[in-house]
């Protein structure tokens, strides 16, 4: 977690561990994405679902970097399978938490890491109780964020889990979804 530009809270995904996921998915032709605090390379130079994951958040394929998660923390990683495939690296690699956020991706996270946990360490260095947090999500991967923090807000173009877990539903993104959301929380005028 990165907060004025200071690390504030950290717990990288296990160095090895990640390494052997990695060797594992390069046989299978699945790419990854990894990530530290400011960063994030994938390591294949091309692949179509890394650019149709990364597409629908508005990204653009990260660029290609063969050790970069040699080399540094990675904080988060990006596996691209499928769902049928990709419950095989849920049932086997328990080293991590996997949550798909996309229907060709899953997050690979530490165990028991998530965007909860971060809010949870934002929130205690900036002594705010958790029920005065607002936290705004669309996918699987923001299900436990809105239930932990006092008023969840889903995006309506959200998926419906991360629908039936928020406090509130928004607009979608294209509507001023999250415009709409602060105003609905008192946060706008």
């Known amino acids: 977690m990165v907060f004025n530009g200071e690390v504030i809270y950290e717990r990288p995904l ?8 990695e060797q594992v998915a390069l046989r299978n032709e699945h790419p990854m994405v990894f990530l530290n605090e400011k960063e994030l390379f994938a390591n294949t130079p091309d692949h179509e679902s890394i650019h149709e994951g990364m597409g629908s958040i508005k990204l653009v394929h990260p660029p290609f970097h063969e050790t970069f998660h040699h080399d540094n923390k990675i ?3 990006l596996l691209f399978v499928e769902e049928q495939e990709g419950r095989w690296y849920e049932r086997n690699q328990t080293q991590f938490d996997f949550v798909r956020w996309h229907e060709k991706s899953l997050d690979v996270l530490p165990p028991g890491g998530s965007k909860a946990e971060g809010i949870k360490s934002m929130l205690q260095s900036l002594e705010v109780p958790e029920k005065d947090a607002v936290a705004f999500g669309d996918g699987l991967n923001d299900i436990e964020m809105l239930e932990y923090v006092g008023c969840g807000v889903a995006m309506g173009n959200g998926v419906e889990e991360a629908k039936q877990a928020a406090d509130f539903v928004t607009a979608s993104v294209e509507e001023d979804g999250i415009y709409k959301g602060l105003v609905h929380v008192g946060l706008l005028k």
Not at 14 to 21: H, I, V, Y
């Open 14 to 21: 296990l160095k090895n561990e990640l390494l052997e996921l």
């Open 75 to 77: 904080y988060q990683a």
